[in-house]
């Protein structure tokens, strides 16, 4: 972290260093536990930076993602979480990574969603199926949304495609 608050002494307009700041600040789900350890786990640091991030970057679709992923997993307001991904998906509508957070946030939280907002979350699942599908299932899946997720498919092979996911995911577990 020392050398990104130098960084920011250097040129503290730049959004990439409060961003990076509140990247550090949560958890990683696929890094390790000794990783984990090291790194300090701050989540209000990172709700801070990431805000610090927005007030220099105000357009940036990546950022507002990142923030509303922030407020989800610690476990915020759910209006506020939502009206944040809304703002990043009015920003970056087919930016894979906003698309995801979409997903993650909207399937967590489906039955807070209004009709419009089920609506959207719909037409980017669709969107999401036919470009990446395994992006779709593999976060249901990893975040433990699939149930969520199958109200949503429509085609056959998708729904082979998460019932596969999560039979793996049983035999890995219960390994």
Not at 21 to 32: L, N, R, T
Not at 144 to 167: S, T
């Amino acid at each position: 972290m020392t050398l990104l608050a130098s960084a920011k002494k250097l040129n503290p307009y730049n959004a990439e260093y409060p961003f990076y700041q509140a990247y550090f600040s949560i958890p990683v789900e696929h890094a390790s536990s000794a990783m984990l350890e090291k790194r300090p786990i701050n989540l209000e640091h990172a709700h801070q930076f990431y805000r610090q991030a927005i007030t220099l970057r105000p357009h940036s679709g990546h950022i507002w993602a990142q923030y509303a992923n922030a407020l989800l997993e610690s476990n915020s307001d759910i209006e506020k979480t939502v009206n944040t991904i809304e703002k990043a998906l009015a920003l970056a509508p087919y930016q894979l990574a906003v698309l995801q957070t979409e997903l993650k946030i909207g399937l967590t939280y489906w039955d807070h969603l209004s009709k419009k907002q089920k609506q959207q979350l719909r037409t980017s699942t669709d969107y999401l199926l036919e470009h990446k599908p395994y992006l779709v299932i593999n976060t249901a899946v990893a975040h433990g949304l699939a149930k969520p997720l199958r109200l949503l498919l429509k085609k056959e092979k998708d729904i082979h495609q998460l019932d596969r996911a999560l039979v793996k995911q049983e035999k890995n577990h219960a390994n």
